[in-house]
């Protein structure tokens, strides 16, 4: 039996809870053990083979690449979102362009006809003192 038979011995399937199927470096599945001597780990689950995986590690490193995943898909929402009001942003400058215009051209033709009527004022007032003479 090998030296390491003491540490370690192997989970029954009951045992085995909430943890995934584990594969070892070789790609072959691991099966789940316990370590069983006394220590800061005794009674931790590792996946072994030839070489060991703490069980609860794997759990932790999907639970990391959902968190990445969720925290990529975040970050493409939001440069959709940026991209979006970027445009948005575009959009209102050349509006604001095209109505600073169209205010400019309201008031030259505002001007305009105030001269217009200033003059037509100034003409009748010419006029009157002109009759009245």
């Known amino acids: 039996m090998s030296s390491h038979s003491q540490y370690f011995s192997g989970c029954s399937s009951r045992s ?29 689950k590792f996946f072994g083979c030839a070489y060991w995986l703490w069980a609860d590690y794997l ?3 999907r639970e990391l690449q959902m968190l990445v995943f969720e925290k990529d898909t975040k970050i493409d ?7 979006f009001l970027q445009d948005k ?3 209102l400058k050349e509006q604001n362009v095209y109505l600073q215009d169209q205010v ?4 030259i033709e505002n001007t305009e006809t105030l001269l217009a009527i200033y003059s037509a004022r100034a003409d009748r007032k010419l006029i009157v003192a002109l009759a009245l003479s």
């Open 89 to 91: 942003v575009k959009e």
């Open 16 to 44: 085995r809870g909430s943890y995934p199927e584990g594969k070892c470096y070789h790609g072959e599945i691991a099966p789940l053990r316990c370590v069983k001597h006394n220590g800061p780990t005794m009674g931790k």
């Open 104 to 107: 400019e051209e309201l008031g």
């Open 77 to 83: 929402e939001l440069e959709i979102e940026k991209d």
């Open 59 to 61: 759990n932790d490193i």
